[in-house]
């Protein structure tokens, strides 16, 4: 089970950090992701990241202003949002994968519910 939260209103420049708490299993073996849907839009990637060794992997949207990251001893994966801006408005969410991360949001068979995150201008 995958639970996010941490979203809201925020002015252009701005920051957020996004929590997703996972729990019914262990994820050591899994990739995290993050995703979002803006309004009419198709859901995209944003981030992601392999729980075990920690690496990372960024959408260019996003590259130098978003950083994920995870806490092992909370089960719990972050995404810092910094720089934001309107075009960032979105629903996020959070996912998860065995093994590698994809970009493909059809390839995460495991996902949390939604947390809104609408940035002014």
């Known amino acids: 089970q995958l639970q996010a939260f941490g979203g809201g209103l925020v002015q252009a420049g701005g920051s957020l950090r996004l929590s997703c708490a996972a729990s019914g299993r262990t994820f050591s073996s899994y990739a995290m992701g993050w995703f979002r849907q803006g309004p009419g839009k198709a859901r995209e990637f944003v981030a992601a990241i392999r729980w075990s060794g920690g690496s990372t992997y960024y959408a260019d949207s996003v590259q130098g202003r978003f950083t994920i990251s995870r806490d092992g001893a909370k089960n719990t994966v972050y995404l810092q949002m910094n720089s934001l801006k309107p075009e960032d408005t979105a629903v996020y969410y959070c996912?998860?994968?065995?093994?590698?991360?994809?970009?493909?949001?059809?390839?995460?068979?495991?996902w949390g519910q939604g947390t809104q995150v609408t940035v002014s201008s």
């Open positions: 996912a998860a994968r065995l093994g590698l991360y994809s970009t493909n949001v059809y390839e995460y068979p495991y």
